[in-house]
């Protein structure tokens, strides 16, 4: 009889003891793969809202201007756009080029004035690729392309007492350094999730933008949607190229290299889930490894037995390697159903969850499946399993076969 064989009916012989460690098994993995779903779609979420938040696929810019060193409005903008624009239009991974005009002043309703963190940009293109008018709470978006108006953040509208309709003055400086100032109607209000930009937020047409800072044709730097599928690490290299071919002197960054809060938060969740997830380990590891040495204490005469009657310690051992194998396969298949039920669950209970670090409002819960995650499960499964069985095995087949048969 093959030691398979040995094990499936020791399983069967040992039922209540089989089901406990197999219940054990069944939970750790069901905790395990549903962390590691929760944890994928925390920072695939994170990705996408980073880059459809504002931030885009690729920027390119004037070196001086990713390296804060403008002491004045557009001092280092990009006065040529349009052979810009064509040239990265050209690669093949681009879908989109948004331009976008940065830049400081005070916003005004005739009492009080607040300072803000401006950006002009194409409302069109900006809709069809960005997420900002999604976070409209109230009013509208911009009409056209041209209009004279402004979204402010929530936070920004409270502090002058704007809403949407109202008029208020903009004040910004030219390159010149002279301060010029534009009135202009609140189209809407957006609530960001991060409470700082919220409170700073606003947002106007290029036109608009030009008009207030007395500049035409410059922009600060050119954001860049990518294909779905298309890596950005891929295509920064390629415009890079483009653009030194060209004689033009820009930079570009992946919105790895400029999400900062992105990155910072993702080593953050990193180090929490991880200690998590090595605690869960732990747990399931000592659970299964007490189940497992109870079980060789209580075999000991069995052990003796078969030892008696001319079988190798290492068989002994294998034996109860494929009775934890065993245990590990089946807890593992019924944890995979059980997380796929618990996430059906939790996925339909729409349970909110507080903001994460810097956001203002928290988002629904929401558990992704991801089959690596279920393989990744079923390893550790088969490794912590496979360990608590091998170590209680090996000592009991080490004991005097006289002893063995003696043990009470």
């Given amino acids: 009889?093959?030691?398979?064989?040995?094990?499936?009916?020791?399983?069967?012989?040992?039922?209540?003891?089989?089901?406990?460690?197999?219940?054990?098994?069944?939970?750790?993995?069901?905790?395990?793969?549903?962390?590691?779903?929760?944890?994928?779609?925390?920072?695939?979420?994170?990705?996408?809202?980073?880059i459809r938040g504002g931030v885009?696929?690729?920027?390119?810019a004037r070196p001086e201007t990713f390296a804060g060193a403008e002491e004045r409005t557009l001092e280092h903008g990009i006065s040529d756009v349009g052979a810009v624009e064509t040239i990265?239009?050209?690669?093949?991974?681009?879908?989109?080029?948004?331009?976008?005009?940065?830049?400081?002043?005070?916003?005004s309703n005739g009492n009080r004035s607040v300072p803000y963190l401006g950006v002009g940009f194409d409302p069109v293109?900006?809709?069809r690729n960005m997420e900002t008018r999604t976070l409209l709470v109230s009013g509208r978006w911009f009409a056209s392309s041209g209009e004279i108006a402004v979204v402010l953040g929530t936070g920004l509208a409270g502090a002058v007492g704007a809403k949407a309709g109202d008029t208020v003055t903009v004040f910004g400086t030219t390159p010149e350094g002279v301060l010029n100032a534009i009135d202009a109607t609140v189209a809407g209000l957006a609530e960001l999730p991060v409470k700082e930009l919220n409170d700073r937020y606003l947002a106007t047409t290029i036109p608009a933008a030009?008009?207030?800072?007395?500049?035409?044709?410059?922009?600060?730097?050119?954001?860049?949607?990518?294909?779905?599928?298309?890596?950005?690490?891929?295509?920064?290299p390629r415009l890079r190229a483009a653009l030194s071919a060209a004689g033009t002197p820009l930079a570009v960054r992946t919105w790895r290299e400029l999400a900062l809060f992105?990155?910072?938060?993702?080593?953050?969740?990193?180090?929490?889930?991880?200690?998590?997830?090595?605690?869960?380990?732990?747990?399931?590891?000592?659970?299964?490894?007490?189940?497992?040495?109870?079980?060789?204490?209580?075999?000991?005469?069995e052990i003796g037995t078969l030892r008696a009657i001319g079988t190798p310690p290492e068989t002994?051992?294998?034996?109860?390697?494929?009775?934890?194998?065993?245990?590990?396969?089946?807890?593992?298949?019924?944890?995979?159903?059980l997380a796929l039920l618990v996430r059906a669950g939790l996925n339909a209970s729409h349970i909110m969850l507080p903001p994460p670090p810097g956001a203002s409002h928290g988002t629904p819960i929401h558990v992704a499946f991801y089959p690596l995650t279920y393989l990744a499960g079923l390893a550790a499964m088969l490794a912590t399993l496979a360990a608590a069985s091998y170590f209680p095995a090996r000592r009991a087949s080490r004991i005097p076969i006289v002893e063995a048969l003696a043990h009470i």
């Avoid at 885009?56 to 390119?60: E, I, R």
């Avoid at 990265?88 to 916003?107: E, H, M, S």
Wanted: charged share 15%.
């Fill in 56 to 60: 885009g696929h690729l920027q390119v």
């Fill in 262 to 301: 992105y990155n910072q938060v993702r080593v953050l969740y990193a180090g929490i889930f991880g200690f998590m997830g090595a605690v869960l380990v732990i747990v399931v590891l000592l659970a299964c490894a007490n189940t497992m040495t109870m079980a060789a204490a209580e075999r000991t005469r």
């Fill in 316 to 337: 002994v051992r294998a034996m109860f390697v494929a009775e934890g194998v065993m245990l590990a396969l089946a807890g593992s298949v019924a944890g995979a159903v």
């Fill in 1 to 50: 009889m093959s030691v398979w064989a040995l094990a499936l009916r020791n399983v069967r012989r040992n039922r209540r003891r089989s089901l406990l460690t197999a219940g054990i098994v069944v939970f750790g993995f069901a905790a395990f793969a549903l962390a590691g779903g929760f944890i994928s779609q925390t920072f695939s979420g994170l990705k996408d809202g980073t």
């Fill in 210 to 236: 030009s008009r207030l800072l007395d500049v035409g044709g410059t922009v600060s730097k050119l954001v860049v949607m990518l294909k779905p599928g298309e890596k950005a690490e891929d295509a920064a």
């Fill in 125 to 127: 293109d900006e809709a």
């Fill in 88 to 107: 990265v239009r050209k690669d093949p991974a681009v879908a989109a080029v948004l331009p976008r005009i940065d830049f400081v002043g005070l916003l």
